[in-house]
């Protein structure tokens, strides 16, 4: 077979190729004149508090990230109280579904946009591995988003409960501040 | 009702190969065309006078050629048909956006997963993968999974 076993190299090499032009052009934060510990755990705080999604439903797992914004299942009061539609204006990366070659490059575009400190949420199968279309037949799925950028949490399902999102998302905010439930959430 | 459909299965016999009538139970179609190469067009052209819309174009790689399936359906009456046509060694298959206009994006999905040319056709782009990929031809299967016609379609009352 022509595709098959070389389809999915090139599928690799493509993806190998994107995420290290977006490791030259990475920024990394910039020295501090001063550092305080106690400003940054301040700030570390408010940041884990505050998250700001962008909107980045790729495909099915973007009605269990709707479900999760909705009343139902509100996310709002985790802090994300709106999803941005610019990355100029958002600290979290959702990747909610399947990132085929031809958006791949929009991907790493979008996160090279996004200002640091900036996070990304792997939603489903798909964003972590591939999911269902990784295999010998693969000729067009990135297998995982994190081939292109750094995940930091990953929430496996297919696609995940909302439940699962809202987990995740704590569980980053667990991540940027050391602490589940950072202040001032209440436990119960 | 029934008799506006022996009218149209009349007109439409001259142009197939074959014809199997159905009852949408089993098989999904109440009409099933294998229409020659040639009778494409007259064909869609009867059922576009019948008051047919063009529902999809897909296509089946199978031994000896890729055959390009089109279904269409109704909107008053509950009455499927679907027309084959082998798309032959050339892969080439006359287009229908002269008569269906929706059909032009199918055929470039077509054209894009299969291969498959279709004559009249003005923009033959890809679609759905980007242009890095021409010539991938994903759909199409190596020869040790090829399947002809017959074992993947049995006929009615075997399989």
Known sequence: ?188 | MTLDMNKLISEVKGFAASITVDDSGSRGFHLDLRAEFTGLKDCARILLEHGFYLSFITAVHVRPAAEVMYKFAHYEIPYNIIIRVSAGEDMRVPSIIDIYQGAAWHEREMHDFFGITFDGHRNLKHLILSREEKGLNPLIKSEKSLKSHEEIFPPKGTA
């Open chain 1, 1 to 188: 077979m022509e595709h098959g076993k070389k389809a999915v190299l090139s599928v690799h090499e493509y993806a190998e190729k994107l995420r290290l032009k977006a490791e030259e052009a990475q920024v990394y934060e910039p020295a501090l004149l001063a550092r305080i510990p106690v400003i940054e755990i301040i700030l570390d705080f408010c940041r884990a508090n505050s998250l700001w999604p962008l909107t980045f439903g790729l495909s099915c797992c973007a009605l269990e990230m709707m479900a999760a914004g909705m009343s139902r299942f509100d996310l709002a009061r985790y802090g994300s109280e709106v999803f941005r539609p610019s990355p100029r204006q958002a600290d979290l990366m959702i990747v909610a579904g399947t990132v085929n070659k031809k958006m791949a490059d929009i991907v790493v575009t979008l996160y090279e946009q996004m200002p640091a400190p900036k996070w990304v949420i792997a939603l489903g199968n798909c964003a972590i591995s591939g999911g269902p279309f990784a295999g010998e037949g693969n000729y067009y799925v990135i297998e995982g988003v994190d081939r292109l950028i750094p995940v930091d949490v990953y929430v496996p399902g297919c696609p995940p409960r909302p439940e699962g999102l809202i987990e995740g998302i704590l569980k980053l905010q667990e991540k940027i501040t050391g602490k589940k439930h950072p202040f001032p959430q209440n436990k119960h």
